[in-house]
């Protein structure tokens, strides 16, 4: 994310710091989601009364939680999963206030979405250094923060946490699948080693 934000003038506005990843369930086709964590301007309460609870990870304000899904980590290419990880940081407002873009969403632009986005795509896939994307390639075991307790999209007072902490994550492995073709050549300092 941090080379993304220095290399994408789209993506100029992510702070990666409060952006937090975890592993979490299947859902049909889909390899990832973005969760908005906050209202406008990063309040955690609308007009209307409704409360977003807050999520704190090393003492930070969490804005968006990305989730990626089973199938981003069996059997796809590294560019498959950047993809993942640029599509849905494409849908993050501009204003990185916890909110999302709402000119950016499928419901609202439908086929317009994929001819707005794979630009930003190709443009970033072709400047990504290969240290980025080595870890994309990777194939074995993975260690990833998961939800042991998920946050509610609002909170349900005395039914929900006002905040979530590393308390209610913890560490899982997750077996990352890569087909041998493009996973990143071993380091063996140029002694043609095999993997």
Request: hydrophobic residues 35%.
């Amino acid at each position: 994310m941090r080379d993304l934000a220095v290399r994408s003038p789209e993506f100029a506005h992510l702070v990666p710091a409060k952006v937090l990843v975890v592993a979490g369930e299947a859902r049909r086709a889909s390899r990832g989601s973005v969760k908005p964590l906050a209202f406008a301007r990063s309040k955690s309460h609308d007009h209307a009364g409704a409360r977003k609870p807050v999520v704190r990870v090393d003492g930070r304000r969490m804005l968006y939680c990305v989730t990626l899904r089973p199938l981003f980590f069996r059997d796809a290419r590294p560019e498959q999963r950047i993809e993942t990880l640029l599509h849905e940081l494409y849908h993050v407002s501009p204003d990185f206030d916890g909110t999302l873009d709402p000119s950016r969403r499928h419901a609202r632009l439908g086929g317009r979405f994929s001819r707005s986005f794979r630009p930003v795509l190709r443009r970033y896939l072709r400047q990504c250094p290969p240290e980025v994307m080595a870890p994309f390639a990777h194939h074995g075991p993975v260690r990833v923060l998961a939800w042991l307790e998920r946050p509610p999209a609002t909170h349900a007072q005395g039914r929900s946490r006002r905040v979530y902490t590393e308390e209610q994550l913890y560490t899982a492995t997750i077996q990352m699948l890569t087909r041998r073709k493009h996973r990143r050549p071993p380091d063996d300092g140029g002694k043609g080693g095999r993997d």
